[in-house]
Structure formats: structure tokens, C-alpha cells
């Protein structure tokens, strides 16, 4: 059971304001916990639109891949915030990237969180809009292409095994910690599908994307006609489609969440003291943005040891309702940052006192 003595940050809260944390404030120096007995880091990186090389280059700069773009981030989480197709030439090599470092995340401890943004589900449903000639020539040409996002295709088969419309991350080895939001867009608070979440929103894309890849899929739209939503979608799945569903919606959030969707082509975004962050930055050359990362680390110090070496390997992770093993008094803490290509920003810091029992 956890007691929290002092809680400083409101988690699963309706932001109703729409002023902003003023990003440009001056790099705070990390002061990452002497002693911590619990180390978690988490980077999460908005839209890529095909450009393979700055998507590296972002990986790279956040420390989660080296020069040869192999995993070097150890137990670190990647989240992915969606829209890696369309405007660019090499969503097919971002997509790859993003399988091979799944496969060498879970080997080293580590994980790699996958969202679909509406630029997947556009394509699924044969809305080929912003699809480039380059990227068709790349998957082979229009029926090539059709054929690896279907169901029974390669990348239609990523999709369908490891991609979600949205994502619960917890970054704490014990279950009453919080836990941090990922979508594309934004959970509106009115959104008629929020609960259980994020279980009634991730079955409906799931159920709407095995629609759409299964063949015969929609005739690509141009050059034909567009075919709406595929044969056999309910009401639901037209809503978590529609303007105000998750993949399109742009208003404030109806919980804390991270989301990608809205550019701001000069900084990472943070509202209502940093409940909610927006990390579309225009990373892709299409647009021509910052390149831009988000950084959280999470650390459990006893406050009794602090300043001693601790080793997170004794620890393990609970499966049930009690803790890890960890009891005491702890200060867990939670600082969050935006890296870029030659600085990095601080955007929050939160520090309680909490009691394991």
C-alpha cells in the first residue's frame, strides 16, 4: 500500500484552461536523485511523416539508438505518438527501424510503444492524400503498396500486433503511482468511449484497422473515388474516427496525456503546468520544424539513503496489489524535459514524499 505524505502533481485531470507553461524558460540543471533505488527513463517522439533521417537523428540525439542505429538505451521506454507515413519518401525504413529496436528494447529490459496516428488509419481506409510518389515507388508501386498494408502484409500485420489508438505507460514499479497518457491526437473530455480506459478505446481502432486491411481494401483515393469507412463499421468506430475522436481531436484532454498532431514547428508545447504536453514539432523535412524529443525520468530515493549507491536489481516488480519489495519512506520524483538538437529544457519538476508499506 502507498501512502502519499506530500503530493505535488494532479494526475487524470480535466485541464480547462488554455494558457500555456511558458517553454522558453532557462535550462534547469538535472538533479537527478543520489542514491535512487528505482531508475526509469522515458522518451517519447511525435510525428515523423517519412523522413528516415531525422527521425534517427532525433533517436540519436535522445540517446535511445547509436551511430548504427542499433538500441543503446537499455531499460529505457521509446513512445512513438504516431504518424510516421505520408509527406515523406520512407515511412517503409521508419517502420522497419521502429520493428528491429522493438525486438532489441525487450531484450535489454527495455520497451518501445507504438500509436497509430490518423495519417496510419487514413491510408488503412485508402485515403491516399498525402502518400508521395517516392513512397510508392519504395513499397513497388500502388498494388505492392496496398498489399504490405493489408492484413496480409507486413506492415499491415505491424499495425494490427503492436500499434494502438492510445497508451497507459507506467513508469513506476508499484501499481498506485501514476501513470502517464499517449495518443495522437487528444482524448476529449466528452468523447462517448473513454472507459475503461484505455481498453474501449484501443478494441474500437482495433476492430475498425482489421476492417479496413482486410482484402478486398478500398481502391486508393486519388486516383479513385473515396470509399468512406469500410463496409461494416458500427457507430463507434465512426466516432473514434469522426473530428472529435482520438486520432483527429485537437482541444484539451480529458486526462494528463502526451500527443502528438498539432505542430509547433519551434518547441515542444506544455499546457496546464505540463499536465498536458504536445510534442509534434515538424520533425519530418516536409515541414521543416525543430527536431525535438520528450524526456521523462522517474527515480524512488529512500529518504534515509539519499546520496548512497543503490542497485535497481534487487527490486522486483510486483504482480498483484502490493508493492515491490521497496518499503520505507521514499521521494519519488518526476522531472520532464525537452530535448533538442543543442539544448535541453526543462518543462517540470514534481517531488513527493511517499511511504511503501
Known amino acids: ?33 543520489d542514491g535512487a533505488a528505482y531508475r526509469q527513463r ?22 535511445i539508438i547509436g551511430g548504427d542505429s542499433k538500441w543503446v538505451a537499455g531499460t529505457d521506454i521509446l513512445v512513438q505518438t504516431g504518424d510516421i507515413i505520408d509527406r515523406g519518401a520512407h515511412a517503409d525504413d521508419i517502420y522497419r527501424l521502429m520493428q528491429s529496436l522493438r525486438g532489441q528494447a525487450a531484450s535489454e529490459g527495455g520497451k518501445v510503444v507504438s500509436i497509430l496516428g490518423n495519417h496510419e488509419m487514413m491510408n488503412a481506409i485508402g485515403d491516399w492524400r498525402y502518400v508521395t510518389k517516392d513512397d510508392i515507388a519504395r513499397f513497388g508501386g500502388t498494388k505492392a503498396r496496398q498489399h504490405a498494408l493489408s492484413a496480409e502484409g507486413w506492415l499491415g ?36 468511449n473513454l472507459t475503461p480506459y484505455p ?58 496525456e502526451v500527443q502528438g498532431h498539432t505542430p509547433n514547428f519551434e518547441k515542444v508545447v506544455a ?19 525543430v527536431l525535438s524529443a520528450l524526456e521523462i525520468i522517474y527515480t524512488l530515493t529512500p529518504v534515509d539513503r539519499r546520496g548512497r549507491d543503490h542497485s535497481q536489481d534487487p527490486f522486483l516488480l510486483s504482480t498483484g496489489s502490493e508493492s515491490i519489495g521497496l518499503k520505507g519512506r521514499f521521494i ?6 525537452a530535448i533538442y538538437e543543442k539544448s535541453r529544457k526543462w518543462l517540470a519538476l514534481e517531488e513527493r514524499e511517499v511511504v511503501l508499506d
Open 271 to 289: 499546457r496546464c503546468n505540463a499536465s498536458v504536453i504536445i510534442i509534434d514539432t515538424g520533425i519530418s523535412s516536409a515541414y521543416g520544424g
Open 332 to 337: 519519488e520524483r518526476e522531472e520532464v524535459h
Open 1 to 33: 500500500m502507498v501512502s502519499v505524505i506530500s503530493l505535488l502533481l494532479l494526475y487524470f485531470f480535466t485541464c480547462r484552461t488554455t494558457s500555456s507553461q511558458d517553454t522558453s524558460a532557462p535550462n534547469v540543471p538535472t538533479r537527478e536523485a
Open 157 to 192: 500485420q505491424e499495425w494490427m500486433a503492436n500499434y494502438s489508438i492510445t497508451a497507459l505507460v507506467p513508469i513506476s514499479p508499484h501499481p498506485s503511482s501514476p501513470t502517464f497518457s499517449f495518443t495522437h491526437g487528444s482524448l476529449r473530455p466528452s468523447y462517448a
Open 42 to 63: 522515458l522518451v517519447a517522439v511525435g510525428d515523423l511523416h517519412g523522413d528516415i533521417d531525422n527521425a534517427k537523428r532525433v533517436l540519436q540525439m535522445a540517446r
Open 199 to 256: 481498453a474501449a478505446i484501443n478494441n474500437l481502432g482495433h476492430s475498425l484497422l482489421t476492417k479496413a486491411l482486410t482484402p478486398p481494401m478500398a481502391p486508393p483515393y486519388p486516383p479513385n473515388p473515396y470509399s468512406g469507412l469500410p463496409k461494416g463499421t458500427t457507430h463507434e468506430e465512426a466516432d473514434l474516427y469522426a473530428e472529435g475522436g482520438p486520432l483527429w481531436w485537437r482541444g484539451l484532454a480529458e486526462r494528463e
